[in-house]
Antibody, heavy 124, light 108 residues
């Protein structure tokens, strides 16, 4: 059974950087059939896809956040990471990592499974 | 960016009744649409992909239809465990992959 689990600080000060890690068990992040994504959920609102990373290390970011995002993959440890720079209160959310299934020429697809999520609060 | 609009925002349904949820895309996403169920304090769970294919382990009372810009998720006979928030998600166009705002299915 494939499981993902996020880890990272629950509280970050404004203007600092947020670093999260997602550990994967039951699957290899080096599998070319999948990509590895980060989403966030603002309670009472919808979900936002921040971006994703392929097994090759190639990344793709949400244009709205591109200048502040960095994602990477560690195939030796089967985990992947997110770094969001210069955070503000607007970045307070529940952050999820998930495995994406590649479909078709665009190599995009649905997300399953997801990690349980980590609540991140940005506050001084 | 493709905007996904879900309606209604809240759906009040009695157990055993049928629930019909709608999702509209601002431009065609072909059949590249997924549905997720999320319960409080839990991660989203994949229900449907390819607009109409049930994910592994999803009961047959869940069905999906549509293509292009109009999609529907139907729960034929609501069970107690089905009361949750449901999101649609298009994976036809990037950047970015986008989700709808959600439909909360609550007990009437």
């Amino acid at each position: 059974q494939v499981r993902l689990h996020e880890s990272g600080p629950g509280l970050v000060k404004p203007s600092q950087n947020l670093s999260l890690s997602c550990s994967v068990s039951g699957a290899s992040v080096n599998n070319s059939g999948f990509f590895w994504g980060w989403m966030r959920h603002f309670p009472g609102k919808g979900l936002e896809c921040l971006g994703y990373v392929y097994h090759s290390g190639v990344t793709s970011y949400n244009p709205a956040l591109k200048s502040r995002l960095n994602m990477s993959l560690d195939t030796s440890r089967d985990h992947f990471s997110l770094k969001l720079t210069s955070v503000s209160a607007a970045d307070t959310a529940i952050y999820f990592c998930a495995r994406g299934s590649k479909v078709g020429a665009a190599e995009l697809g649905w997300f399953a499974p997801w990690g349980p999520g980590v609540h991140v609060t940005v506050s001084s | 960016e493709i905007v996904m609009t879900q309606s209604p925002a809240t759906l009040s349904v009695s157990p055993g009744e049928r629930a019909t949820l709608s999702c509209r895309a601002s431009q065609s996403v072909s059949s590249n649409l997924a549905w997720y169920q999320q319960k409080p304090g839990q991660a989203p769970r994949l229900l449907m992909y390819g607009a109409s294919t049930r994910a592994t382990g999803i009961p047959a009372r869940f069905s999906g239809s549509g293509s292009g810009t109009e999609f529907t998720l139907t729960i034929s006979s609501l069970q107690s465990e089905d009361f949750a928030v449901y999101y649609c998600h298009q994976y036809n166009n990037w950047p970015p992959l986008t989700f709808g705002g959600g439909t909360k299915v609550e007990v009437k």
